[in-house]
T-cell receptor
Framework: DTGVSQNPRHKITKRGQNVTFRCDPI?????LYWYRQTLGQGPEFLTYFQNEAQLEKSRLLSDRFSAERPKGSFSTLEIQRTEQGDSAMYLC??????????FGPGTRLTVL | ELKVEQNPLFLSMQEGKNYTIYCNYS?????LYWYRQDPGKSLESLFV?????AVKQEGRLMASLDTKARLSTLHITAAVHDLSATYFC??????????????FGQGTILTVHP
């Protein structure tokens, strides 16, 4: 499968714990985006990487959130000290320059 | 700041009927997307609309774009149960500083019943 992959697909954690998600973009896609989708809403932009550089962060991305894309390949999104409000589907998308974004299957986070 | 609004948010249709979902966006956008999402699943790309007057059709779905009115429509013809899903439109900001991020509408939950 050469599409965007995300792991894990589901994560259940207790409030206050740290979690990390991984996104593997389509090979050779230089742009990578993270979005968050809460129940009943459309996805909202979180952050954007061009190669390894993080060029834009949404105000939704509080200090507890950090994202990396070492070497411009896969990306990780870490949430520290999770809160119940962090429960959502986290979607990763990749694109080749400003072409169409392809979305991964998402990671569903549940914070108890 | 680019904002996208869809209406209606909920749509209950009878099989065989036609209906239209509307998507308005607030500022200049250089691409308009339509996605389908089934419960618990990710986004499936339906259409990409690039220019004013663009019309695309796939099966019972047809999408159009009017950039002057900042309006896109998704028309459903002779609905069938398999079309039941949530439909999102998303606009991509124009200009270099938008970095290609998408701004989504709230989604339209479509239910098709006999």
């Amino acid at each position: 499968d050469t599409g965007v992959s995300q792991n894990p697909r589901h994560k259940i954690t207790k409030r206050g714990q740290n979690v990390t998600f991984r996104c593997d973009p389509i090979s050779e896609h230089n742009r990578l985006y993270w979005y968050r989708q809460t129940l009943g809403q459309g996805p909202e932009f979180l952050t954007y990487f061009q190669n390894e550089a993080q060029l834009e962060k949404s105000r939704l991305l509080s200090d507890r959130f950090s994202a990396e894309r070492p070497k411009g390949s896969f990306s990780t999104l870490e949430i520290q000290r999770t809160e119940q409000g962090d429960s959502a589907m986290y979607l990763c998308a990749s694109s080749l320059s400003r072409n169409e974004q392809f979305f991964g299957p998402g990671t569903r986070l549940t914070v108890l | 700041e680019l904002k996208v609004e869809q209406n209606p948010l909920f749509l209950s249709m009878q099989e065989g009927k036609n209906y239209t979902i509307y998507c308005n966006y607030s500022t200049t956008s250089d691409r308009l997307y339509w996605y389908r999402q089934d419960p618990g699943k990710s986004l499936e790309s339906l259409f990409v609309l690039l220019s004013n007057g663009a019309v695309k059709q796939e099966g019972r779905l047809m999408a159009s774009l009017d950039t002057k009115a900042r309006l896109s429509t998704l028309h459903i013809t002779a609905a069938v149960h398999d079309l039941s899903a949530t439909y999102f439109c998303a606009a991509r900001g124009a200009g270099g500083t938008s970095y290609g991020k998408l701004t989504f509408g709230q989604g339209t939950i479509l239910t098709v019943h006999p």
